[in-house]
């Protein structure tokens, strides 16, 4: 019987584990009813690659931490309608990008952290009546684009990135009352529209990665 040196097998091992954690295994994965899952954390995928989604209706969580995808890859995304759960990172997702998105009307969680769009994009996002989590970073969305997220009646968790948002956006937020958490990174709100916001919600607050003082749910959340 022949022994394998210990380091070799656990290469091995780690070799195989790689292999199955690609875009193209995962997503044979899907094809065959196994999986209704693709996570794809090591590998830039890329808007081609996109197109060998179509028609992949078993696909429920789509969550890429490496793409070069843009608008045009959002025309294959838009065909998954059974989908609940996109995170795109590195995905310079536009207005016209967005439109799309908005298709998929059984989405339940929307991450776009490096996203392109402006207000214009995020005037059809009421189609997304089941969206309960809402991540985005884009510099092109005003307070005004917060009357339009104001619109997501089963939204409870909001987390804007970058996004220069005043004292007069936070306000569009103040009838969520089912609103359980919103963190701001890098927006431009004053400490007494913080302030207004928690006495019409109070909800978990994270400012620029902290916990807020006045924060009434610190000990609490669950995002």
């Given at each position: 019987m022949i022994?394998?040196?210990?380091?070799?097998?656990?290469s091995l091992?780690?070799?195989?584990?790689?292999?199955q954690?690609?875009?193209?295994?995962?997503?044979?994965e899907?094809?065959?009813?196994?999986?209704?899952?693709?996570?794809?954390?090591?590998e830039?995928?890329?808007?081609?690659q996109?197109?060998e989604?179509a028609?992949l209706?078993?696909?429920?969580?789509?969550?890429?931490d490496?793409?070069?995808?843009?608008?045009?890859?959002?025309?294959w995304?838009?065909?998954?309608?059974?989908?609940e759960?996109?995170?795109l990172?590195?995905?310079?997702?536009g207005?016209?990008?967005?439109?799309?998105?908005?298709?998929l009307?059984?989405?339940?969680?929307?991450?776009?952290?490096h996203a392109?769009?402006?207000d214009?994009?995020l005037?059809?996002?009421?189609?997304?009546?089941?969206l309960?989590l809402?991540?985005?970073?884009?510099?092109h969305?005003?307070?005004?684009?917060?009357?339009q997220?104001?619109k997501?009646?089963?939204?409870?968790?909001?987390?804007?990135?970058?996004?220069?948002?005043?004292?007069?956006g936070?306000?569009?937020?103040?009838p969520m009352?089912?609103?359980?958490?919103?963190?701001?990174?890098d927006?431009?709100?004053?400490?007494?529209g913080?302030e207004?916001?928690?006495q019409?919600?109070?909800?978990?607050?994270?400012?620029?990665q902290?916990h807020?003082?006045?924060?009434?749910?610190k000990d609490?959340?669950?995002h």
């Open positions: 022994r394998m040196p210990a380091l070799a097998l656990i091992v780690v070799a195989g584990c790689q292999r954690s690609t875009f193209e295994h995962q997503l044979e899907v094809r065959l009813g196994r999986s209704d899952t693709i996570q794809v954390d090591n830039l995928v890329s808007d081609s996109l197109q989604l028609g209706r078993p696909l429920r969580q789509l969550i890429l490496d793409t070069s995808i843009t608008d045009g890859g959002t025309v995304l838009a065909k998954l309608s059974n989908l759960h996109l995170r990172r590195g995905a310079r997702i207005d016209a990008g967005l439109l799309r998105l908005c298709q009307v059984k989405l339940r969680f929307l991450n776009l952290p392109s769009f402006s214009k994009g005037a059809e996002l009421d189609q997304l009546g089941n309960e809402l991540r985005f970073g884009t510099q969305v005003s307070d005004e684009g917060l009357r997220v104001a997501l009646k089963n939204l409870k968790f909001l987390h804007l990135i970058g996004v220069p948002i005043t004292d007069e936070l306000q569009h937020l103040h009352s089912q609103l359980e958490s919103l963190y701001l990174d927006a431009r709100v004053t400490d007494a913080v207004q916001l928690l019409a919600v109070p909800l978990h607050l994270h400012i620029n902290q807020h003082d006045r924060d009434p749910r609490t959340h669950g």
